[in-house]
């Protein structure tokens, strides 16, 4: 069993759905969105790693 497969199907399909939500907020250019940072397994791994995107992205933009 995978870890996502442990967990109840209802909880994954609304992690993705947030992170669907959230990237296209990045993509329309909302340099303040990001995911939560409960999450746990693969989702909490991907969360945090794009939000470690989108702050090392408004940094960029604040040199600029």
Not at 22 to 48: E, F, I, Y
Request: net charge negative; hydrophobic share 50%; aromatic share 4%.
């Amino acid at each position: 069993m995978t870890i996502m497969e442990s967990r109840p199907v209802a909880d994954a399909a609304t992690e993705m759905q947030q992170l669907l939500s959230a990237l296209v907020q990045l993509r329309k250019g909302d340099a303040d969105v990001r995911l939560p940072m409960h999450w746990s397994g693969v989702a909490g791994r991907v969360a945090d790693a794009f939000n470690d995107v989108v702050e090392q992205n408004a940094n960029m933009a604040e040199e600029l």
